[in-house]
T-cell receptor, first 109, second 115 residues
Framework: GQNIDQPTEMTATEGAIVQINCTYQ??????LFWYQQHAGEAPTFLSY????GLEEKGRFSSFLSRSKGYSYLLLKELQMKDSASYLC??????????FGGGTRVLVKP | DTEVTQTPKHLVMGMTNKKSLKCEQH?????MYWYKQKAKKPPELMFV???????INESVPSRFSPECPNSSLLNLHLHALQPEDSALYLC??????????????FGNGTRLTVT
C-alpha cells in the first residue's frame, strides 16, 4: 500500500518563496510527480523525480530523497496566479498513480 | 487548452438513468485512466487501460462500466448511480514505453450530479 502526506494549506506573499513538503511510504516506487490544480480545473503536470536530487523548471523546482521518503516542491517569485492546490503523486508498479491530499497555496499581495 | 477532451462538461442524471462519459486523446498515448474527484479532495483512481485492455480496477462498483473502443477513446458507462456518486470525473492519458514514466495528461473533466 501507499501513504502520502502533505500540508493542507500554506499562505505566502507575492514575490516570496514557498516550499511544499511531501512524505510518503510505499512498497514500490516508479517516480514522484507534482501537479497543480486550480479550482474547477484539471490537474496540470509540473515536475517529475525518479532519482534523488533537484529538478529545476523555471520558477518551479522539485527535490526527491528516496531513502527518506521525502520530496518537496519549491515555488519561487510567487505570483497571484500560483494560488492553487499542489498535488504530490506517487507512481508504484504498473501505471497506478496515487495522489496525496493536496496543499492549497494562497498567495497574498 | 488540454489535449485530452472530455464530453459532456456537465451532466445531471437521475438514479434510474443510463448515461455515458466520453474521453478522447490524439497524442498516441497507450494508457488511459478514469479518476473521480470530490470537492476539496484529491483525484482517486478508478480504472486504468493499457493498450486497450483493462489493467487496473480499483474495486469500483459495477454501476460504473468502462470501455476502451480503440487507443484514442475511453468511455465510462453509468447506470443506477447514487447521489454520493456526484463528483468531477477526470480522464487522463499517458505514454507507455516500458519502464519510462511519462506524466498523466488530464482532461477538464465531467461534472456529474446525480439527483
Amino acid at each position: 500500500g501507499q501513504n502520502i502526506d502533505q500540508p493542507t494549506e500554506m499562505t505566502a506573499t507575492e514575490g516570496a518563496i514557498v516550499q511544499i513538503n511531501c512524505t510518503y511510504q510505499t512498497s514500490g516506487f516508479n517516480g514522484l510527480f507534482w501537479y497543480q490544480q486550480h479550482a474547477g480545473e484539471a490537474p496540470t503536470f509540473l515536475s517529475y523525480n525518479v532519482l534523488d536530487g533537484l529538478e529545476e523548471k523555471g520558477r518551479f523546482s522539485s527535490f526527491l530523497s528516496r531513502s527518506k521518503g521525502y520530496s518537496y516542491l519549491l515555488l519561487k517569485e510567487l505570483q497571484m496566479k500560483d494560488s492553487a492546490s499542489y498535488l504530490c503523486a506517487l507512481k508504484a508498479a504498473g501505471n497506478k498513480l496515487t495522489f496525496g491530499g493536496g496543499t492549497r497555496v494562497l498567495v497574498k499581495p | 487548452d488540454t489535449e485530452v477532451t472530455q464530453t459532456p462538461k456537465h451532466l445531471v442524471m437521475g438514479m434510474t438513468n443510463k448515461k455515458s462519459l466520453k474521453c478522447e486523446q490524439h497524442m498516441g498515448h497507450r494508457a488511459m485512466y478514469w479518476y473521480k474527484q470530490k470537492a476539496k479532495k484529491p483525484p482517486e483512481l478508478m480504472f486504468v487501460y493499457s493498450y486497450e485492455k483493462l489493467s487496473i480496477n480499483e474495486s469500483v462498483p459495477s454501476r460504473f462500466s468502462p470501455e476502451c473502443p480503440n487507443s484514442s477513446l475511453l468511455n465510462l458507462h453509468l447506470h443506477a448511480l447514487q447521489p454520493e456518486d456526484s463528483a468531477l470525473y477526470l480522464c487522463a492519458s499517458s505514454q507507455e514505453q516500458g519502464n519510462y514514466n511519462s506524466p498523466l495528461h488530464f482532461g477538464n473533466g465531467t461534472r456529474l450530479t446525480v439527483t
